[in-house]
């Protein structure tokens, strides 16, 4: 049975309505503390929007030492950056809308589904099990754009907090997601090093920062030297977590084929490959391409996007094909817009979701990843681990 704290009648019966039957409701925390305490099984809290802000995330953290299977929803009229990441650091599990039953119904399922783990149960039956979709974008060449394709992506796949997304930046010693996203790094992977032993969800989402509903982010460390000791198998226990949070990993790298980024490679679902209309970096897409076929990666999983691609460079669509010798996913077209939603750290999918470039990135979201088959993309990649076991062997 869920126990739903919440002292407005208006409220409770709304949630009433949504939940069923199996609802236990209080109005307030010591009455819910007192229930907890008589039934140690309960695995489910929801703390209604009638519970003061500062009660709640003092209660959750209580719980969250006194009984780690415990999840603790909180339920807000509005949900907004400053609350998302105050819940998180005060180890609330999941945050929703109050009038959005999706989300609720979404929270609540993930909440009970990761409390059967902890507790050492089968997931609920009928409950799905997170298994998000981990899109890494990657360039080969730098100033391809390839974090503003990344985090414009992330807005996209969120549709407005439809689903949950996380961006995650592995360039440790360079990356931008903080600054294109005017969010500050207070937390960020490094942070994961000294729990690499011991690192659980919740450890995971307390290295998170939010950004919008729907979408919150994996920083980079804010100095070159912070991330020296974040290794490969680090990063895939990682991303292993935030599939299991989110329904879209999108995975920013830096220019190299570094072991951070063989190993988001390896955990993808969907490769987007970023080029721009001009030799050098077409060359090093061809080349990206060339090792994607010695590392075996699935060539149904790359998708090909040429940014800037209506640039007046001398290149045809034609001369740019036979270069890359692949089909291309997706023609983003230049704007100037780009650059000053860049510099004023709002994604242009945010500041003008009805702009071309706007459109172009979420339809390519909508129609190559948002279809895509998990379940299609896990039998690859085990086909693939299974393949590399011989060769080892």
Known sequence: MTILCEPLRRHAEQLGMLLGAGLRT?????????????DRDEHLALLGPGIDLADALRFAAEQRIERPALGVVLLRNYVDVEVLGEAIRAGVREVAEAGDAAAVLGACSRSLALSNQLSGGPAP???PQADGQVVTVFAAKGGCGKTTIATNLAVALAAGGTRRVCVVDLDLAFGD????????PDRSVSDAVSMADRLDETGFRSLLTPYTPGVEALLAPSGPADGEHVTRQLVGELLRLARGAFDFVVVDTPPQFTDHVLAALDTS???????TPDIPALKNLRITL???????YPTDARLV???RADAKVGLTPADIERVIRVPIAARIPS???VPISVNKGVPIMTDSPGHAVSKSLREFALSQLVTADP???RARRGLLARRRGAVAR
């Open 26 to 38: 209080v109005t307030t925390l010591d009455e819910l503390t007192a229930a907890l305490y008589a």
């Open 125 to 127: 039956a009928g409950m």
């Open 177 to 184: 997601v903080a600054i294109m996203l005017q969010l500050v």
């Open 269 to 275: 679902h969907k490769y987007v490959l970023v080029a």
């Open 290 to 296: 060339d090792m994607f076929d010695l590392l075996d």
């Open 305 to 307: 996007v040429l940014n």
């Open 335 to 337: 704007s100037r817009d």
């Open 375 to 377: 379940a299609q993309a």
